[in-house]
C-alpha cells in the first residue's frame, strides 16, 4: 500500500474518532443541562411544597423558624456543652476539656446544618406520601364525577374527607380550590403541578386539564389513571425486588460460597502439606 493510501485511511479514520468523540461530548453537555434544569425545577418545586406545609405542620414550621435563627442554633450547642459538663461534674466522668470541646463544637455544627436536611426529608417523604395515595383520591373523584358533580364541585366536596386519605394533601387542595374560585381551574392545576414536584400530581392535572380543553369522557380517564399509577407503583416495587436480589449475592458469595469452597479443599490441601 502506498503512503498516499495509508495518510488518507489515517485522515479519515481519524476525522470520524474526531466527529464521534464530539458528538458524545455535545450529548454529555445536553444530558448535564437538561438534569441540572431537572434537578433545579424539582428544588424550586420542594421549596414550594415546604412553604406550603410549613403552614400546617408544626415540626416544619419549628424546624423552618429554627433554620433561619443562627442565634438559637449555637445557643442550642452551648446547651448540649452545658448538659456534659454537668453531667461530667455530677457523676465524675472525667471527661477532658479537649472533648468537651470537640463536643461543643460538633453540637453547633449539628444544629446549624440538620435542621434544614430535616425539614427536606420530612417534606420529601410526604411529597412521596401524597403521590402514592393519588390513585384513592382520583377514584373517589372519579364516583363524584360519576354521580353527576362538576369536577370543581368533587374536589370541593372532597376536601372534607381528603384529611383521612392523607392529612399532608389537604393544605394543597385547600390552596386549590380558594385558586379556583380567583383564576379558573386550569391556572389552578397549572400552580398545584409547580408546587408538588410529583409524577402521580402532573399526571392528574394533564388529565383533568385534557378533559376541561376537549371535553373528553373524565369518569373513564380517571379511571385509567388510577389503574396506570397503581401499576407504576407496582413496577417501582418489582424493580427494588429485582435489585434486592442482585445485591444480595454479593453478600451471599463473601459468607457462604468462599466458606464452602474453604471446607471442600481443606482436607485435600491438608494432605498434600503433610506429604510435604
Do not use: H
Not at 48 to 65: C, G, H, M, R, T
Not at 68 to 89: A, H
Amino acid at each position: 500500500m502506498s503512503p498516499l493510501l495509508y495518510v488518507v485511511f489515517i485522515i479519515v479514520f481519524g476525522s470520524l474518532f474526531y466527529i464521534l468523540l464530539k458528538r458524545q461530548f455535545l450529548l454529555k453537555s445536553q444530558k448535564a443541562f437538561i438534569d441540572y434544569a431537572y434537578k433545579k425545577d424539582t428544588k424550586a418545586k420542594i421549596n414550594n411544597a415546604q412553604e406550603i406545609l410549613e403552614k400546617s405542620d408544626p415540626v416544619l414550621s419549628y424546624l423552618s423558624k429554627m433554620d433561619k435563627n443562627v442565634v438559637s442554633k449555637i445557643l442550642y450547642g452551648i446547651l448540649v456543652f452545658i448538659f456534659f459538663y454537668v453531667i461530667d461534674i455530677l457523676f465524675n466522668l472525667k471527661i477532658s476539656q479537649s472533648t468537651l470541646g470537640i463536643i461543643g463544637i460538633l453540637a453547633i455544627i449539628f444544629f446549624v446544618l440538620a435542621p434544614s436536611y430535616i425539614a427536606k426529608y420530612i417534606v420529601q417523604s410526604r411529597v412521596t406520601k401524597i403521590g402514592k395515595d393519588i390513585p384513592m383520591f382520583v377514584d373517589l373523584l372519579a364516583i363524584c364525577v360519576q354521580s353527576g358533580m362538576s369536577i370543581e364541585q368533587a374536589i370541593v366536596f372532597l376536601q372534607g374527607s381528603i384529611e383521612q386519605v392523607n392529612k399532608a394533601f389537604l393544605p394543597f387542595l385547600n390552596k386549590l380550590i380558594a385558586k379556583t374560585e380567583v383564576s379558573g381551574l386550569e391556572v389552578a392545576l397549572d400552580e398545584l403541578q409547580k408546587e408538588l414536584p410529583s409524577q402521580e400530581i402532573s399526571m392528574l392535572c394533564a388529565t383533568l386539564k385534557q378533559s376541561l380543553k376537549y371535553g373528553s369522557g373524565i369518569y373513564d380517564s380517571l379511571m385509567n389513571l388510577s389503574a396506570e399509577i397503581r401499576e407504576s407503583e407496582l413496577l417501582k416495587v418489582e424493580e427494588i425486588i429485582g435489585k434486592l436480589a442482585a445485591k444480595m449475592s454479593v453478600p451471599l458469595i463473601l459468607f457462604f460460597m468462599f466458606p464452602v469452597i474453604i471446607v471442600i479443599a481443606a482436607p485435600g490441601v491438608m494432605r498434600v502439606m503433610n506429604n510435604f
